[in-house]
């Protein structure tokens, strides 16, 4: 068979857990290439918060934070319910820690702890109320040269009036109007403004924050290595011989190369959240990819290329959930994340009535909408339902407080095509949202009183320490809860959306892609949303999505290439 370029690892996509991979085999020696299939790197992991789960990490360690393998072992153990075999959770407790602190040492990688952002899940055994999360500090995307241009966007909702980026530390000290919190701010405006190079070429923030600085880094230290990385160049078809896969035949300006890949292929390119087919396929339905906030390149081809192979798949039906209010003219949904648990709204179904908490992890809310959905009580979309007071003291999808951005404000987009719903009464509000008015009455009603005793007693509303990270500490009793009283009264629609899909191809403790009978493929790896969650069915902490596909990619390298050549 005949190769027109020879490889030892061949990675298929360009997010975190690519680069990763692609570092940290080259530095063991491995002769490696990337492959992007769109005209931009950096994936779904560009577009992300940036941040990785990292138990036991080294950046806790050095604030003074405890953790242990074990106590993140029994934290997973709890909350996957015994659905991940503990060998591969404990794989990804033993290798995470040390992939941070290896990219941290040898690769550039500049991350701070998030000391106050709690496990989703902190008061499961062996949860902790901050610190195993960690997210990117800024980085100047000056380093990169004319590659930034190449580099995906970040996510509007990241940006601040859709320009300066911001770390999602500073985003909540600046929401919770922490002391200092106007310095803050007014830094980050002159630091954008003052960018006059930045300001001459474009409207984009060239301080990175998030996870366009975490793909920035990751970039910086491919070029660095001169690691290649082909954008339009989408993996046609694995090739196999003799039993194993052997490369790939990719597309590249416009002709089909065979390349050949010595060690294995691994594939890192995001999950089917853009394909609509795949979706109504596999997802609860009602679904659309219209709902989802990733990656509009991530259509399922590489899943589809390991089934062709008699890959297994596995956590098809799953996904990475989150409710997402979507935006007339934006390409991209918008994930509700800080809005959701901030006290004075509520989300309700078809008839009114309220189902969920709504402070509940992001995760969970797009669980409870289709556990709850049915023909008689639709609540695939559902509502959430603010007052005045909401409306003038929080920002809500595209929406500033009002106090910054009064509703005469507003783009005539946001108006004129019905996205925000406005009306003096609920039962007007009810009528423009075509939900049942009584229902809606008696759960606003429900509500102002579980407010005023500060108590939630459906729901739980307020009573975890992640509830309370985003809720607003100046409410008292209960942070999460105010009264929804004062007109006008507005709503929003709000869909089962994700930040993408969380099954994919079936892998074991190595990464390698198993088939029904649980063999693995010879020479095929599959990390991240191309592969079946390890952590299965749960979202450990933010960075529940990227550690793993960092950590596992560590693995691989380390495995394939045992005596480090660099």
């Known amino acids: 068979m005949t190769w027109d370029q020879t490889v030892d690892l061949l990675i298929v996509g360009s997010g975190a857990g690519a680069m990763g991979t692609a570092i940290c085999a080259h530095d063991r020696g491995a002769k490696t290439l990337l492959i992007e299939k769109t005209a931009l790197y950096g994936g779904s992991s560009a577009m992300s918060g940036g941040s990785l789960w990292i ?3 080294h950046l806790m360690a050095a604030a003074g934070v405890r953790d242990t393998p074990q106590e993140a072992l029994t934290y997973l153990q709890a909350i996957t319910q015994g659905a991940v075999p503990e060998t591969k959770l404990r794989a990804y407790v033993d290798t995470a820690p040390v992939m941070l602190k290896y990219l941290s040492d040898r690769a550039g990688l500049r991350m701070q702890s998030m000391l106050t952002y709690t496990d989703y899940y902190p008061e499961a055994p062996g949860g902790k109320p901050g610190g195993r999360s960690v997210e990117p500090e800024h980085f100047d995307a000056r380093l990169l040269g004319d590659e930034f241009d190449r580099q995906r966007e970040p996510a509007v909702q990241e940006l601040v009036v859709g320009r ?18 106007g310095k803050l701010m007014g830094g980050i405006m002159l630091r954008y403004w003052l960018d006059v190079g ?11 924050s998030l996870g366009n600085a975490l793909i920035g880094m990751l ?20 090739v196999v011989e003799d039993g194993h896969v052997a490369g790939a035949v990719v597309q590249r300006d416009g ?23 795949m979706r109504k396929q596999y997802l609860p339905n009602p679904t659309k990819a219209e709902w989802t906030t990733a990656n509009p390149g991530n259509t399922g081809d590489i899943i589809r290329m390991g089934q062709a192979l008699g890959a297994a798949v596995d956590l098809m039906d799953d996904a990475w959930w989150g409710p997402t209010t979507v935006v007339p003219g934006e390409e991209r949904a918008r994930m509700l994340v800080i809005e959701k648990g901030l006290p004075g709204s509520l989300f309700v179904n078809k008839r009114g009535k309220r ?34 007071t909401f409306r003038k003291k929080y920002p809500c999808g595209p929406l500033l407080p009002a106090a910054q951005q009064p509703d005469w404000a507003l783009p005539k987009k946001l108006k004129e095509n019905g996205y925000l719903k406005k009306a003096d ?13 009584a229902g809606l009455q008696q759960s606003v009603a429900t509500m102002n009183e579980y407010a005023r005793n500060g108590r939630d007693p459906e729901f739980h509303r307020g009573e975890s320490l992640f509830d309370k990270y985003y809720g607003d500490e100046k409410v008292k009793p209960n942070p999460c809860l105010a009264p929804i009283e004062k007109a006008p009264y507005y709503g929003i629609v709000v869909y089962a959306g994700d930040l993408g899909t969380k099954g994919g191809l079936r892998t074991d403790v190595h990464a390698r ?50 005596s480090a050549g660099r």
């Open 55 to 57: 138990p036991n990490n």
């Open 164 to 181: 300066m980026s911001m770390t999602a530390t500073e985003a909540h000290h600046i929401l919770a109007r922490h002391p200092g919190w």
């Open 198 to 208: 930045g300001r001459i070429k474009s409207k984009r923030d060239r301080s990175l």
């Open 219 to 238: 970039r910086r230290a491919l070029l660095e290595r001169n690691i290649p990385l082909w954008l339009e160049s989408p993996a046609r078809e694995l």
């Open 255 to 277: 002709r089909p190369l065979r390349i050949a890949a010595t060690k294995g292929v691994v594939l890192a390119a995001g999950g089917f959240e853009s394909n609509d087919e």
């Open 355 to 388: 189902f969920l908490n709504e402070a509940a992890p992001y995760n969970d809310i797009c669980k409870r909408m289709y556990e709850n959905h049915t023909p008689e009580s639709p609540c695939v979309p559902c509502y959430m339902i603010f007052d005045a």
């Open 425 to 437: 009464t609920l039962e007007g509000l009810a009528a423009q949202l075509g939900i049942d008015a």
């Open 513 to 562: 892609v198993l088939t029904d009978s649980g063999e693995p493929i010879a020479g095929l790896y599959a990390i991240g949303n191309s592969s079946a969650s390890v952590m299965g069915r749960t979202y450990p902490g933010a960075g529940g999505t990227m550690g793993p596909a960092m950590a596992f990619g560590y693995l691989i390298a380390q495995e394939l290439f045992p």
